[in-house]
């Protein structure tokens, strides 16, 4: 029932998170750098593409090692089998892709807000409030600019892990 349960909410914050990477990268992205899209709307996508990353990087790891320990101890498990070089495969990708996400938003409100310590960041993350300033607020193509080659990342990223998520329900052997 634990195991089960631990499936579901993976499962669905895997593909909440790995969604709405795609969805940012695909809807807004391209629409901000060619002017359609707001500032004050690409900066809320941002936002809100930050904490659905901040939530998650908190359940997928959580389940992650509960999975780990139902079902690849003794550890070398992880070592000797197709499934367990998936499973590590799937650790090291949602490293990474959190990493470019944070790093990504941060790079962007440093654009608007130069002196943010990673502290005020990892409490605040970049909420549509802190675009005050008017005219001297760099516009939604310019915001883009910065975060795009982050963003275009992770969706490269986001689909390797569903790839890697499709072989360990489909087909890796052993
Ligand atoms: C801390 C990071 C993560 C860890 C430690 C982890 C670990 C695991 C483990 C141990 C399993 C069970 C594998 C098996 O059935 O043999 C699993 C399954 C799965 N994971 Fe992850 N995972 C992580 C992140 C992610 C992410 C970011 C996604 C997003 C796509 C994801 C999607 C899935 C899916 C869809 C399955 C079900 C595959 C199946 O049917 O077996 N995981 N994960």
Known sequence: ???TT???????SG???TGATLYVVYATVPRATDGTLG??????AAHRLLM???WTGVVLPVTGAYLIWRLYVPLDALVTTGRGWAVLAMLSLWGVMNGLVEVGVLRMRREVDPDVG???YMAEGFPVERLTGGASVPGA???AAVVRPYLLASGALAVLLLVDAALLAGGVPG
């Open 6 to 12: 631990a499936f579901v909410f993976h499962v669905v």
């Open 15 to 17: 593909a909440l998170w």
């Open 141 to 143: 193509a310019q915001l």
């Open 52 to 54: 659905v990353t901040r």
């Open 39 to 44: 500032r004050e709307a690409f900066v809320d």
């Open 1 to 3: 029932m634990l195991l």
């Open 118 to 120: 990673w502290g005020r």
